[in-house]
């Protein structure tokens, strides 16, 4: 399946999440296909009061990238993956590559 198909299924679910982010359930069909993915890193966290979200980047198998939008963290004991009733969304990503440089040890 495409990049673009994963995207457009994944959205065309509307799924509030239930569960720890890589644990979560789309359905037997999605849920094979990001068993095959290659997943990177979470980025683009944002802190709310209970809880922080956060887009993890998935690599598909034609090469291309995507992110889904998931809670990363509850900060409450109390509190459920529900009670955030957070939608999932998918979305294209790119890869960047950054240089960074230190310095050499004298």
């Known amino acids: 399946m495409t990049t673009e198909e994963i995207i457009a299924k994944i959205n065309g679910l509307k799924i509030i999440q239930e569960d ?3 644990e979560q ?3 037997t069909e999605i849920d094979h296909i990001l068993c095959d993915c290659s997943w ?8 709310h009061r209970w809880y922080e979200t956060g887009v993890q980047i998935l690599e598909n198998t ?4 995507f992110g889904i939008s998931f809670v990363v963290e509850l900060k409450s004991e109390s509190m459920s993956w529900r009670d955030c009733y957070h939608r999932i969304q998918a979305f294209e ?3 960047q ?4 440089y230190k310095l050499k040890s004298k």
């Open 25 to 27: 359930s789309f359905g």
């Open 20 to 22: 720890w982010y890589e």
């Open 97 to 100: 590559i950054v240089t960074s």
């Open 93 to 95: 990503a790119e890869e």
């Open 62 to 65: 034609d090469g291309k990238f």
């Open 40 to 47: 990177k890193s979470v980025i683009d966290e944002n802190s």
